[in-house]
């Protein structure tokens, strides 16, 4: 099942790239045939390889004339890390959602690849493992929010 989702990330991707505007539009069900797959998998895809964490917005409208529309979210801010900062990380977050922001930032030149790793390695769950398990989440946010701010001097 990777592999088939891996595929119709990869043909979405590109789509995109192959775009002058930041988004595509598609049928829902003309994927799903495309790919010899059922309208859920597509849906899987979108859910969790196309979030906003990872840079993308959808639309979606379901029934037989439905579609969707990838939208690849582009930084208009003149300070983006402040706006990630500001309103994206929250109060708390995950590792999985920590890392989408930090390669999402090394996907558009904000950060390093020497930054990226460092970020990485300091959120990972065994470098928070003498915290409680369900405070966690709450110092990532912190750490994540501090790291970036550092970069914004």
Do not use: W
């Amino acid at each position: 099942m990777a592999g088939l989702s891996n595929s119709i990330e990869a043909f979405l991707k590109e789509l995109l790239s192959n775009t002058d505007d930041d988004f595509i539009e598609i049928g829902r069900n003309d994927l799903a045939n495309q790919f010899n797959c059922a309208p859920s998998q597509i849906n899987y895809v979108l859910t969790t390889r196309f979030t906003p964490y990872k840079g993308y917005y959808i639309e979606s409208r379901r029934g037989g004339s439905g579609y969707v529309k990838i939208i690849k979210l582009t930084i208009k801010d003149s300070n983006p890390i402040k706006e990630i900062v500001e309103n994206v990380i929250g109060d708390r977050i995950t590792k999985d959602k920590s890392n989408n922001i930090i390669n999402m930032l090394l996907d558009e030149d904000l950060i390093t690849e020497r930054e990226a790793l460092v970020m990485v390695h300091a959120l990972e769950d065994n470098t928070l493992s003498k915290v409680d398990f369900n405070d966690r989440n709450i110092l990532r946010a912190d750490l994540l929010k501090n790291m970036l701010l550092a970069f914004m001097r």
